[in-house]
């Protein structure tokens, strides 16, 4: 097996430690990631690769020396905090002036503390009934951006032939901007309702069916993977919250990234110091 180790910066000293701890019998290094080949995939290795990569800032991955990105058929990815840089109900509630109520709310969702996701999408919506919908281009505009890596990681699974999702329990508004911009091949979101330019304060899933929660999500997943004919654990799938953990379980390769510790936990995988371009890394 190998173990990749890599961050923003990553010192050759780290590298060093990492290989001398984790036996490797080799390395192959970049500017900000090194694969150290030939580990033995056991308990001490990853005790070692655990408490170096807490002491150094960065993140480890112990992956098969076969591994290719082209082994996948379809990468999903989550929107909020995920693709981009923020919770965009919670910019738009802000802009409001509710901002605290709605992100109080969507925290304790992301932590999987509220059980009914679609309540709780319900109830934050609802404090924003009456508000001026020309927000959201506000928030688009001027607060959400993509994070680091996203569009090298995007282009890259496009390139090696995988086909694109980008899944939400946000909006429409959102995720049918990023899919021109980024060229996904498919989006799955809810859709807020607008009447003379306002918030009616109620919101509904894709055509006005359910609401996108956790199990939407994964159903975007399998929806997808059924259309490309293959099974769902051909599929790459990254987030960062408790509603993205059913979409992540049917992946045969998830990654949790800058994720809550409950996501964190159940990953194959998580990118807590490196931008999303870092899964690259992962393939040989």
């Given at each position: 097996m190998d173990l990749?180790?890599?961050?923003?910066?990553?010192?050759?000293?780290?590298?060093?430690?990492?290989?001398?701890?984790?036996?490797?019998?080799?390395?192959q290094r970049k500017l900000n990631s090194a694969r150290l080949v030939g580990?033995?995939?056991?308990?001490?290795t990853r005790k070692a690769a655990a408490a170096l990569a807490d002491y150094w800032k960065c993140d480890w991955a112990i992956v098969p020396p076969t591994l290719k990105l082209a082994d996948f058929r379809l990468l999903a990815i989550d929107m909020d905090s995920t693709l981009v840089n923020i919770e965009s109900l919670d910019e738009v509630a802000a802009l409001a002036g509710k901002g605290a109520d709605v992100a109080a709310i969507t925290e304790?969702?992301?932590?999987?503390?509220?059980?009914?996701?679609?309540?709780?999408?319900?109830?934050?919506?609802?404090?924003?009934?009456?508000?001026?919908?020309?927000?959201?281009?506000?928030?688009y505009a001027e607060r959400l951006k993509l994070n680091p890596g996203a569009e090298t990681l995007v282009a890259a699974c496009k390139a090696a032939g995988l086909k694109t999702l980008l899944v939400t329990g946000g909006f429409t508004f959102?995720?049918?901007r990023l899919k021109r911009r980024l060229g996904f091949d498919y989006t799955r979101s809810n859709e807020i309702e607008i009447?003379?330019?306002?918030?009616?304060?109620?919101?509904?899933?894709?055509?006005?069916?359910?609401?996108?929660?956790?199990e939407g999500?994964?159903?975007?997943?399998?929806?997808?993977?059924?259309?490309?004919?293959?099974?769902?654990?051909?599929?790459?799938?990254?987030?960062?919250?408790?509603?993205?953990?059913?979409?992540?379980?049917?992946?045969?390769?998830?990654?949790?990234?800058?994720a809550k510790p409950i996501v964190g936990q159940q990953a194959t995988y998580a990118l807590n110091y490196t931008a999303l371009d870092g899964v690259l890394n992962w393939f040989s």
């Open positions: 990749v180790v890599q961050s923003s910066d990553l010192p050759t000293a780290a590298v060093d430690a990492f290989k001398v701890a984790c036996l490797a019998q080799r390395v580990i033995k995939d056991d308990a001490d304790a969702a992301m932590r999987g503390e509220i059980a009914d996701y679609k309540e709780s999408l319900r109830r934050r919506v609802a404090m924003l009934a009456g508000v001026d919908a020309s927000l959201l281009e506000r928030v959102f995720t049918d009447v003379g330019g306002r918030f009616t304060g109620r919101v509904t899933g894709p055509g006005g069916g359910e609401i996108i929660d956790a999500k994964a159903q975007a997943l399998r929806d997808a993977c059924a259309e490309l004919g293959c099974a769902t654990d051909r599929a790459i799938a990254i987030g960062d919250g408790a509603n993205d953990l059913k979409m992540m379980k049917l992946a045969g390769l998830s990654v949790a990234y800058r």
